[in-house]
């Protein structure tokens, strides 16, 4: 199948990268200028493993209004708040006949693309795979090849012969991909482990593999794991693990997964970007607020990472 890879940042890269490098077709569309013109002007993307072995990749790129392709499948990753305007800049570009593949963290993104794909054709799911851009042009894939995993879920819990023949090219592409048929439950449990580890690791500037090795990992892990849970009890959401299985993908993660990771959000608090935890901690705060339930401890982290926000920005 044809991909358009719409967001040709860290994962947008990764994914399109890979999936080129497997044989498919791929054309990237972004909205950030920057990347766009270093890309062309370098006649591709430095590609780096580990920090190692950086490469030339040739790839197209374009801005939305000067792409015209029509691939079978979109695959989006931006961060929650670019993902409005990137989706009216590109507007143009989609159909119903499409499917788009949207394995982003935190929630918020669904509602968006339903706006404008038909909703049996929009896939969402999670992706442990970690990747850092170390600026325009220069993307560090995470990990030995093969390395992550992800999960693919249709909204309508009914997967179709093109989910099969997508997680067939993700599975060419070395991306791991498993599809699951618990839409809510799927999703709910990636926001939970970024509402540990990406929360926790950028108020600290520490990788996971530091902040495993602390103490208090466990005590505060559990803390919002078991407050994400009550929540998501409320809100009639069976999430994929249990409570107790949920640290243990935190300490797996954190240990053995990508140790050596800083998590997306401390990539853009490094930069002195806004980030994602409204739509992770604070995502699940508001759902308690609608069954009645405070979380409280997801509401004052969110609002550390505020905090560092606004200092940093002084
Ligand atoms: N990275 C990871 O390991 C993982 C990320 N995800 C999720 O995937 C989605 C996409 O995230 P991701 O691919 O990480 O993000 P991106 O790499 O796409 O973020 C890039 C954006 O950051 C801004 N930016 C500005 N300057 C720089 C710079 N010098 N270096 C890097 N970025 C810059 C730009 O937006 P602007 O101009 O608006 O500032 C740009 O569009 C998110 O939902 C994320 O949570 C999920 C799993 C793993
Ligand atoms: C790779 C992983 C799972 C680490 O929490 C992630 O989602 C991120 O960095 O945002």
């Known amino acids: 199948m044809k991909y358009g890879v ?17 044989g498919f077709p791929v054309d990237f569309v972004d909205i950030w200028d920057d990347q766009i013109n270093k890309v062309k002007e370098q006649n591709g993307v430095y590609v780096s493993r580990d920090g190692k072995d ?8 374009y801005s939305p209004e000067d792409y015209s392709g029509n691939p079978d499948v979109w695959i989006v990753f931006v961060k929650q708040m670019q993902l409005d305007d990137a989706l009216k800049r590109a507007s143009h570009l989609f159909t119903k ?32 795979i970690a990747t850092v851009l170390n600026g325009v042009g220069d993307v560090d894939f995470m990990g030995k090849s093969g390395a992550g995993s992800m999960k693919l879920v249709n909204q309508n819990e009914t997967p179709d012969e093109t989910t099969h023949q997508i997680s067939d090219d993700f599975t060419k592409a070395n991306l791991n991909p498993e599809i ?32 495993i090795q602390a ?16 929540v998501c009890e409320r809100a009639g959401i069976t999430l994929l693990n249990t409570r107790e299985e949920e640290w243990q993908a935190v300490k797996f993660a954190s240990t053995v997964g990508m ?42 982290v969110r609002n550390l990472v505020h905090l560092a926000e606004f200092s940093r920005a002084k």
């Not at 950086?54 to 790129?61: E, S």
């Open 6 to 22: 719409l967001g040709a940042g860290a994962m947008g890269l990764r994914y399109g990268v890979l999936l080129q490098e497997a």
């Open 54 to 61: 950086k490469h030339l990749v040739p790839i197209n790129i």
């Open 97 to 128: 006949e499409q499917y788009v593949v949207a394995p982003m963290n935190g929630m918020g993104h669904i509602e968006k693309l339903d706006k404008y794909f038909a909703v049996e054709k929009v896939i969402s799911g999670t992706a442990m």
């Open 180 to 211: 699951t048929t618990n839409f809510q439950g799927t999703l709910m449990a990636k926001v939970i482990l970024n509402s540990v580890c990406n929360t926790l690791c950028t108020m600290f500037s520490i990788k996971m593999g530091d902040f």
């Open 215 to 230: 103490p208090t990992a466990e005590a505060l892990s559990k803390q919002l794991i078991n407050e994400a849970f009550d």
């Open 259 to 300: 140790p050596l990771h800083y998590p997306s959000m401390y990539q853009d608090m490094s930069k002195n970007r806004p980030t994602e935890v409204d739509y992770i901690n604070g995502y699940i705060y508001d759902l308690g607020l609608k069954y009645h339930y405070e979380a409280t401890t997801h509401d004052f």
